[in-house]
């Protein structure tokens, strides 16, 4: 993995069986990586989707700030699997963060990444693949520049909203509506702050 001089930005999306991600440092690298759990079941497929996104999220330098998809559920029997597998994953990029987390509705995604909210996963793919052939600084490190699954396509638009939340910088009216939606709402959660040096000397002076 290449050592950060800046901050990075995560992006999870999470499924029943495939989990997408991605990782970057603006102007510099950008990395992504597919966990595929087929085919584990139950409380096998939980812990090795916890495993592989640890170990993912370990091999980065320290992560600023993560997006994360909260759940579509297309059918009532998965709302219980999906919701905990969102909430495992979404309690490993917290412990990794060091400012922000934010849950992202599937639609705000859409929205952000292709200014459609009802886009199908082929425009998705494409308009990842543009902001990648955009972004020249980043992907002429990389070795594909085209994305062909819809997983880290929507991990690598979760990623720039996490950029996007972190920064306030978008560049289109549907990336600054879902922002907006997002500062007005309650998914962003932010890392409370350790308290200051001088909170910490203070102390110490009280207790002498």
């Given at each position: 993995m290449?050592?950060?001089?800046?901050?990075?930005?995560?992006?999870?999306?999470?499924?029943?069986?495939?989990?997408?991600?991605?990782?970057?440092?603006?102007?510099?690298?950008?990395?992504?990586?597919?966990?595929?759990?087929?085919p584990?079941?139950?409380?096998?497929?939980?812990?090795?989707?916890?495993?592989?996104?640890?170990?993912?999220?370990?091999?980065?330098?320290?992560?600023?700030?993560?997006?994360?998809?909260?759940?579509?559920?297309?059918?009532?029997?998965?709302?219980?699997q999906?919701?905990?597998?969102?909430?495992?994953?979404?309690?490993?990029?917290?412990?990794?963060?060091?400012?922000?987390?934010?849950?992202?509705?599937?639609?705000?995604?859409?929205?952000?990444?292709?200014?459609?909210?009802?886009?199908?996963?082929?425009?998705?793919?494409?308009?990842?693949?543009?902001?990648?052939?955009?972004?020249?600084?980043?992907s002429?490190?990389?070795?594909?520049?085209?994305?062909?699954?819809?997983?880290?396509?929507?991990?690598?638009?979760?990623?720039?909203?996490?950029?996007?939340?972190?920064?306030?910088?978008?560049?289109?009216?549907?990336?600054?509506?879902?922002?907006?939606?997002?500062?007005?709402?309650?998914?962003?959660?932010?890392?409370?702050?350790?308290?200051t040096?001088?909170?910490?000397?203070?102390?110490?002076?009280?207790?002498?």
């Open positions: 290449t050592a950060s001089s800046g901050p990075v930005f995560v992006g999870i999306d999470s499924a029943l069986n495939n989990v997408g991600l991605f990782a970057f440092e603006p102007d510099a690298w950008w990395t992504s990586h597919l966990v595929q759990a087929k584990r079941r139950g409380a096998e497929r939980l812990a090795y989707l916890r495993s592989e996104v640890r170990s993912w999220l370990d091999s980065l330098p320290s992560v600023t700030s993560g997006a994360i998809e909260d759940g579509a559920y297309s059918s009532a029997g998965k709302i219980y999906l919701g905990g597998i969102q909430h495992i994953l979404q309690l490993e990029l917290w412990d990794c963060v060091e400012a922000s987390l934010t849950e992202v509705a599937p639609s705000q995604l859409k929205k952000f990444q292709t200014g459609k909210s009802g886009a199908l996963k082929k425009w998705m793919k494409e308009a990842a693949t543009t902001w990648l052939s955009a972004n020249s600084e980043c002429a490190r990389w070795e594909e520049r085209e994305i062909s699954n819809d997983n880290i396509a929507d991990a690598l638009g979760l990623a720039r909203i996490a950029y996007a939340i972190h920064t306030e910088n978008v560049t289109t009216r549907a990336e600054a509506e879902v922002l907006v939606a997002l500062q007005d709402s309650t998914r962003i959660y932010e890392v409370p702050s350790w308290p040096t001088d909170s910490n000397t203070s102390a110490s002076s009280k207790q002498a």
